[in-house]
């Protein structure tokens, strides 16, 4: 089992390519889950499934709840100063359904959370397929809801300036700097 290199995340001026260069890690990393599982059956915590289970984790750990901090600190606020009032309901409509779909989400990821630490510390453990199937459909239920909906509309409302301000909060949250540099 090998891990694929992920492809190159966009640069915080480019705020909502960097969400999306998210949702490749997160399809990517649930694919992994899903081999892991396979893998650990027949082979065990061997160096492979270790370090696997390291990535996996690192994406639930630390991205997803950066990106989650994104979308509803700053791209939902965003939004809701922007868009016309007849699309106001449309946008807490969707803030709604993205924070159950994000709820749930972390929920399955806690359940399956235990036999990964354990994999990445080297014990033997068994991944619950069908927890790591939930995780999956619900992974992949956000991220195309906030594809289709969340970033559609951010495209069709967000001026550069709103997206700077998008890109420059993001690159806060995770101590980087902002590529053209100081505002």
Known sequence: MTLRAAPPAAAFDDPLGALQALHRRLESRCGLLERLAEHVGRHGSDADARATAGHVMRCFDEDCP???????????????????????????????????????????YDAVRPPLAAIADGRLAKIDR??????????????????SELLALARAHLDAAALARLGRAMAARRDAAYPSGPE
Do not use: F, M, N, S
């Not at 791209?75 to 709604?96: D, T």
């Not at 069908?130 to 991220?143: K, M, P, S, W």
């Open 130 to 147: 069908a927890l790591a199937g939930r995780l999956q459909a619900l992974c992949l239920a956000r991220i195309e809801r906030e594809q």
């Open 66 to 108: 950066l990106h989650d901090a994104d979308l509803e600190t700053d791209l939902l606020p965003l939004l809701r100063a922007a868009v016309p009032p007849p699309e106001q309901a449309r946008v807490e409509a969707l803030a709604a359904a993205l924070a159950a779909l994000h709820a749930d989400a972390r929920a399955a």
